[in-house]
């Protein structure tokens, strides 16, 4: 140790007597340094990721001065309580069904929205039409692209609070497109490894978004890819990791399959899917996307194909990534068996298929959730 500084305001204090420490007039060179807001969100950020809430809370309300929300973000397990509520026929319970549909609709949820439907709540009655100008009426910041009016809530509640059915400014902005508002987040700190309750980040999110609104899917996709481009997905299987970055094929085949998990399986549980992924299954997905993201000759079927067959769970090739498990002859499935790295921690796709909320609908021992189950 060179040199210890004791920082005093009062001259009088009798310890700086007892240490000999009267020299005032010297002069030191300590640089006066301050934290930033922007340190203060990472810092609040990162202790929210390792669980130590009450720390991150502190910061907000102490350093950052931020207030409290007015509701508990819905997460999945608080998700398993609402469902029965929402859909009891005994008791209509309209606040549980209007926070269902909240989160059904951005999920494009297709089971809860034909329950509602059916329960005669007359938001879902036409929700495939309707369900846009809902969207619209409720999240009228990022729909509009209004960075005005939004930056009175992130001042108040902080640049990574949660809606109630719990995704963050920037997962809205990817999903809307907000350009204006996507770019402010992330120069102030927005965290872009922030997922909503089933793993999915904001690039995810929004390709839930692209696919249901394909007139708008390039724009959708390449205003959210840019923050994106740089993260490669991050797979475990067997003890084995597996880095998937953006610039090879499997990269959009593996995001489009985490990101329409739920959707999918949401409307096999209905029967309008049967949760199984097929060459054009991905080729109709990527079509009208430019070629700076998925260059053309990777949105052919034929090159689809190959790497499904190239990447199946048993074949025998050196560059296997084992990402799919094949059914039947050009059928298949993501490896069931694959976890996948999020927000700092391995998921299994139990998760991203939201496997709590659906699993009463399907058969376990279906060879396609197989695995999943677990």
């Not at 130590?52 to 999945?76: G, M, R, V």
Request: net charge positive.
């Amino acid at each position: 140790m060179h040199n210890l500084y004791v920082l005093e305001t009062n001259k009088k204090n009798e310890l700086l007597h007892l240490l000999d420490l009267t020299d005032f007039k010297t002069k030191t060179s300590l640089a006066n340094q301050q934290s930033t807001l922007e340190d203060w969100t990472k810092e609040a950020n990162k202790l929210a990721k390792q669980g130590k809430d009450e720390q991150a809370e502190a910061i907000k309300t102490q350093f950052l001065k931020k207030q409290p929300l007015p509701y508990t973000p819905l997460n999945e397990e608080a998700l398993l309580e609402l469902v029965p509520q929402a859909l009891n026929k005994d008791f209509y319970n309209k606040k549980a069904k209007d926070k269902l549909f909240n989160s059904a609709i951005l999920n494009f949820n297709v089971t809860h929205l034909n329950q509602l439907s059916v329960l005669k709540y007359n938001a879902a009655n036409n929700w495939a039409t309707e369900g846009k100008n809902y969207l619209r009426r409720t999240y009228i910041d990022y729909a509009t692209d209004n960075l005005k009016t939004l930056i009175p809530k992130l001042e108040k509640y902080g640049i990574n609070y949660r809606s109630e059915v719990n995704h963050s400014p920037l997962m809205l902005a990817c999903f809307f497109g907000a350009e204006k508002i996507c770019k402010y987040l992330v120069d102030n700190g927005a965290d872009t490894a922030a997922v909503d309750m089933f793993g999915k980040n904001a690039l995810q999110v929004t390709l839930v978004n692209a696919l249901i609104n394909p007139d708008k899917k390039n724009d959708l996709i390449k205003n959210a890819f840019k923050y994106y481009k740089n993260q490669p997905i991050r797979l475990q299987f067997e003890d084995k990791l597996i880095k998937i970055d953006a610039h090879q094929g499997e990269y959009w085949m593996v995001q489009f399959v985490l990101a329409t998990s739920q959707m999918r399986i949401s409307s096999l549980a209905v029967g309008l899917d049967n949760g199984a992924l097929y060459s054009d299954t991905f080729a109709s997905f990527f079509e009208g996307i430019a070629d700076n993201i998925i260059p053309d000759f990777r949105k052919k079927r034929s090159y689809i194909s190959s790497l499904l067959a190239k990447n199946e769970i048993n074949r025998d090739d050196k560059y296997n990534k084992k990402l799919f498990l094949r059914l039947k002859n050009g059928i298949y499935v993501l490896n069931p068996f694959v976890k996948i790295y999020s927000n700092d921690q391995w998921l299994g796709q139990k998760h991203f298929y939201g496997l709590n909320t659906f699993s009463q609908y399907l058969d376990p021992q279906d060879q396609r959730f197989t695995g999943i189950f677990k």
